[in-house]
C-alpha cells in the first residue's frame, strides 16, 4: 500500500514537473514572439524611411540593433532582445525534439524545420547578446556584405554556382511558401481565434496575411538575387535584406513599393505581437 502510495506521490510531481517545463518554455516563446516582432517593425520604420529620404540606417536586423542601442537605456534592452530571441530559439528546439502542437506536429518534416529555426534564431540571439556585451561588430553587420562574402567563398568551391544557385532557389522557394501561406491565412490555425473579439479576429488575421506576404516577398526576391549571382558567377549579385529592400525603390512603382512593403513587415512585426498573446504553443 505504502508503495503504491509513493507511485502516485512520484508520478504526481513528474506531471507537475513536465507541466511547469511546459509553462516554462510556452513563456520563451512568447517573449521570443515579442523579440521577433520588434525586428520586424524596426526594420520595416527604417525601409520606409529609406523609402522618402533615400538614405538612413541599414534596413535589416544589423540596423535595428544599431537603431536599439541608440536609444536611452539601448544596452539594457538589447540583452532584453536577446534573451527574447533566445527564448523562441528554445522553444524551437523544444518542438524539434518533442514534436509541435497539433496532431500532425510529431511529423518528421515539422520537427526538421523547427530544427532549422532553432539553428537560426540561435545564431540571431548570439549576435544580440555578443553586441550588447560590447562586440559591436556582431549583430549589427551589414547583411548585404555578409551575403556578397558567403556566396564569393562559396562560388570559389568545387561545384560553387550548383551550390549558390540551389541556395537561392531554396529560399527562393521558402519565400514563395510564406507569402501564399499567409494569402491562405493558414496561421490562423495555429492561433486561438475563438478567444479574440470579432474586431480582433479580423486585425490579427489582416496584419497575419499581409505581412506575411510582404516577407515572403522580401525572401522570394533575395532568393532570385543569389541564383544570378550564381549563373553569373557575380557575388556581387547576392543582396541581403537591406540591398533587396532598396531595390525595390528602383522599379517603375518608385518609393511607394518599398513603402508598400515596409508597412507589410511593420504588420508582421505587429502580428508577431498578437501571436504572443494567442498563439498555441
Known sequence: ????????????????HRAANGRAVAAAARAGFVGRGVIYALIGVLSLRIAFTGGGRQADRGGAVAEIAQKPFGTV??????????????????EAVFGQAGPDGGKPGRRAMAAGRFCFYGF????VLSYAAGDKGSGSGSSDKNSQDVTAKALAWPGGQWIVGVAGAAVAAAGIWIA??????????????????????????????????????????????????????RPGKAKGMDDT??????????????????VGLMSFGAFSWASARWRDV
Open 1 to 16: 500500500m505504502a508503495t503504491g502510495s509513493a507511485s502516485a506521490t512520484t508520478g504526481g510531481l513528474g506531471q507537475v
Open 180 to 233: 501564399v501561406r499567409a494569402l491562405l491565412r493558414r496561421f490562423e490555425k495555429h492561433l486561438r481565434m475563438s478567444a479574440m473579439s470579432q474586431r480582433t479576429r479580423k486585425v490579427v488575421s489582416f496584419f497575419g496575411m499581409f505581412g506575411g506576404t510582404a516577407r515572403g516577398v522580401v525572401f522570394a526576391t533575395a532568393g532570385c538575387f543569389a541564383i544570378a549571382a550564381a549563373v553569373r558567377h
Open 77 to 94: 534592452l538589447l540583452w532584453l532582445l536577446g534573451i527574447a530571441l533566445a527564448g523562441m530559439a528554445l522553444w524551437r528546439l523544444s
Open 245 to 262: 529592400l532598396r531595390t525595390f525603390a528602383d522599379t517603375p512603382a518608385g518609393p511607394w513599393l518599398l513603402a508598400l512593403i515596409a
Open 124 to 127: 540571431v540571439a548570439y549576435s
